[in-house]
């Protein structure tokens, strides 16, 4: 009697031991995948960020290409070019190798304009007209704010040569002129522009003509 007891005893625990041994492999096993999981996560992530840098380096070379050749071909031509270099805050003037102008600007505006023109691709725009004078009139709304009543003749609310002495309008809503008239506050002023001081504005509004090609950087 008592050795068949020990025998069914020996059994049970040979049947816990391996339930045991099964339980034990099987969170192994599970651990094994866990870990090749992750192991597999990082590398796609590593892959995954390793073509989006790719992608925007091609866009970069591809970006600097064009600008390399609307450079060259404006060393080809005769005929004065603008170089705009919004890293550096720098604009140039020349014709074929020769530097007309060099100067810093300001840009000035609404802060989402001028991040408009801060996130613009590096392109070739042109210049669309320029004008000389920069007449300017007071709106209503600032009378109002001031507390007057607004005049009825619009030769009261002139100010001449408000942003200097003309401007130049390129592509992509881009503006070329001098400062803005102390008279004229800053919440006033609805568009973003590129501001020269007067000796700088004054040489290229002689030197700039509608189809006056602009390299943007």
Known sequence: MPGRASRFLAAVATVFAGVAIVRLSDAVGKKELLRAGHEVAV???????????????????????????DRIASLSKREPYLVIDRKASRLTLAVLDKTLLETGYRVRGPEDAREALASLPRSTLEVLGKRTGTDWYKPDWLYR?????????????????????????????????????????????????????????????????????????
Do not use: C, W
Not at 44 to 60: F, G, I
Not at 155 to 171: C, H, M, T
């Open 43 to 69: 590398e796609y992530e590593a892959m995954q960020a390793e073509s989006a840098a790719l992608s925007q380096a091609n866009a970069r070379l591809a970006e600097d290409r064009a600008f390399l050749a």
């Open 145 to 217: 704010l001031e507390g007057v009543e607004p005049p009825a003749d619009s030769a009261q609310r002139l100010v001449p040569n408000a942003f200097g002495a003309g401007e130049i309008f390129l592509g992509g809503d881009i503006v070329i002129h001098g400062p803005a008239s102390e008279s004229i506050p800053a919440e006033a002023v609805d568009h973003s522009y590129i501001e020269l001081d007067d000796a700088a504005l004054k040489t290229l509004l002689d030197a700039a003509k509608p189809g006056t090609r602009v390299l943007i950087r």
